[in-house]
């Protein structure tokens, strides 16, 4: 796959041939560990991530991410397998014996497609595995499966608030803050014959 190909891929929002869906969420604004030694999947995948109102923090390495990830545990964390200096492998291993952050959901992403490393993410006790290149729906769909597993919290619903086409935009705050879950009554002007 070219470069551009790549950078399509990981841009795009859903999986050639895939239709919509909608995934389930963790709490909004929960912090997200994005370890990759490529600037660009952690631009990449940060964006994603950050459009979906989750917080992201970036390291380039293990040794980084391992203080990162003591230091403040994150929600979860995207953990590529080739690093420079500790590998992705020995990051996880660490972040599982620890008692800080042995908790954490971990995916493991990587380009090399072998099975085996699929063997062993799920040996040292990795939550998921993504293949690069990826796009936004397998990122949101390893995210679900945490959600549906109970490794993450749900994100709870938006409460969903319908205004009067007419309404002057200075009272749309405080219309907002005093919004109930009972739909409030619509007027509807007659029309004239």
Do not use: C
């Amino acid at each position: 796959m070219t470069g551009m190909g790549f950078l399509k891929r990981l841009l795009s929002s859903a999986t050639p041939g895939q239709a919509d869906q909608t995934w389930r969420k963790t709490t909004h604004g929960a912090r997200i560990l994005v370890v990759d030694d490529s600037a660009t999947i952690r631009a990449v995948l940060g964006r994603m991530l950050e459009v979906d109102g989750y917080e992201v923090e970036r390291a380039a390495d293990g040794e980084s991410a391992l203080e990162m990830a003591r230091a403040e545990p994150p929600a979860m964390i995207f953990l590529d397998i080739v690093l420079p200096g500790m590998n992705g492998f020995a990051v996880l291993r660490a972040l599982r014996h620890d008692p800080a952050t042995q908790h954490v959901p971990i995916v493991m992403i990587s380009g090399n497609q072998q099975a085996t490393e699929q063997f062993y993410v799920q040996r040292f006790g990795a939550d998921d595995f993504i293949s690069k290149p990826f796009g936004q729906s397998e990122v949101a769909r390893s995210i679900d499966r945490l959600v549906g597993f109970g490794r993450l919290s749900a994100r709870e619903a938006a409460k969903v608030v319908s205004l009067p086409v007419s309404v002057p935009v200075e009272t749309i705050p405080a219309m907002l803050a005093n919004a109930t879950d009972e739909p409030a009554p619509v007027s509807v002007p007659e029309m004239a014959a």
